[in-house]
């Protein structure tokens, strides 16, 4: 037997650990994540992990418990969540509660043709941006968007160091899908220097673990972003919350973010953009003004409170309609 939620009652949502800082934000709302956790710690079962500072509301299930608890929603986040990890851990009537699919990436393959994974009709697939849901050919009728939230960023911009930074996870491993090559042909005309995972071996300076990064970054007078076909990153968007201004392509999302000129310098002609970066590198009341439009730009259109309220909407819309849809089938039983 399905259990229905209570009106008021704060919901109970399963997921997975996927995408650590998009967990933390999600988990600012008035809900409470349960999150699995198993002994190999492998992708999706991390638990809390020391990364992130995490609220009371990020609880860690053990793997093989999950099955036994009640919930009010599913969230997947992954392919492998939607593919193998329910199957694992959620039990049959766990399965028919309802469900979302958060995607947070563009196509993989092709970037116009290639239909969503996601494919069963009563699931709500969410994207994470427009221009995703604009690339993906989606198989489901509920589908929707909700903008990222951000937190205000503690570090304020002080634009001290002349140099560019950029942050990116294994940037050269992922090759020009993340813009590696564009990363090369700047940093011989341009001072930058390049922070994340697999960054070492490639000139890089290595992780900086995400509570370290705003005071970090903050430092640098402006950030690069050299990715061409990914989506919206929520390095760019913390970093333009603390007002330093992001020089980035002119690509997916980031063409609805950056205005050229106003809140950073945006644009597919390389060349404009090694010879901006160097006019912030000499100016930077420019580049203090670009980094407070931007800023304002952030707060207005990523703040954590329309995010969790948006999803704090869709969590109880998803549910009422469950129990509505529950009432009616058991009502019109001929058992």
Excluded at 13 to 31: C, K, P, R, V
Excluded at 35 to 49: A, D, L, S, T
Excluded at 76 to 82: E, M
Excluded at 125 to 138: D, E, Q, R, W
């Amino acid at each position: 037997m399905i259990k229905t939620s209570t009106p008021g009652r704060r919901l109970k949502i399963f997921t997975w650990h996927i995408h650590g800082s998009y967990l933390f934000y999600l988990a600012q709302g008035n809900y409470d994540l349960y999150i699995p956790v198993n002994k190999e710690r492998n992708e999706g079962y991390y638990g809390r992990g020391r990364t992130f500072p995490f609220g009371s509301n990020v609880i860690e299930v053990p793997a093989e418990e999950v099955r036994n608890m009640q919930f009010d929603c599913i969230l997947f986040q992954s392919t492998k969540n939607f593919l193998a990890d329910q199957y694992e851990v959620l039990s049959e009537a766990q399965r028919k509660l309802p469900r979302i699919y958060v995607e947070h990436n563009t196509p993989d393959k092709h970037p116009t043709d290639t239909r969503h994974p996601m494919n069963d009709a009563e699931v709500c697939l969410v994207h994470v941006t427009h221009f995703n849901k604009l690339m993906y050919h989606n198989q489901v009728p509920m589908v929707e968007v909700i903008d990222h939230g951000i937190t205000t960023q503690a570090a304020t911009y002080t634009g001290e160091i002349n140099k560019g930074i950029v942050v990116v996870n294994h940037l050269h491993q992922r090759g020009r899908k993340l813009g590696g090559d564009i990363y090369d042909i700047i940093r011989k005309q341009v001072p930058v220097e390049l922070v994340g995972m697999g960054t070492e071996e490639y000139g890089g300076l290595g992780e900086v673990l995400h509570p370290d990064l705003p005071a970090f970054t903050a430092r640098y007078r402006f950030m690069f972003n050299p990715i061409r076909y990914t989506s919206l990153g929520l390095a760019v968007l913390e970093a333009m919350m603390r007002g330093i201004p992001v020089v980035a392509l002119a690509t997916t999302e980031y063409v609805t973010v950056i205005k050229d000129g106003v809140s950073g310098f945006i644009h597919t002609d390389i060349d404009y953009l090694i010879e901006k970066m160097n006019s912030l590198l000499n100016n930077p009341l420019l580049a203090a003004e670009l980094g407070a439009n931007g800023k304002a730009t952030v707060e207005e259109r990523f703040s954590i409170q329309r995010f969790t309220r948006d999803w704090e909407s869709l969590f109880n819309r998803m549910v009422s309609v469950h129990a509505n849809k529950y009432t009616y089938e058991k009502e019109n039983s001929i058992y």
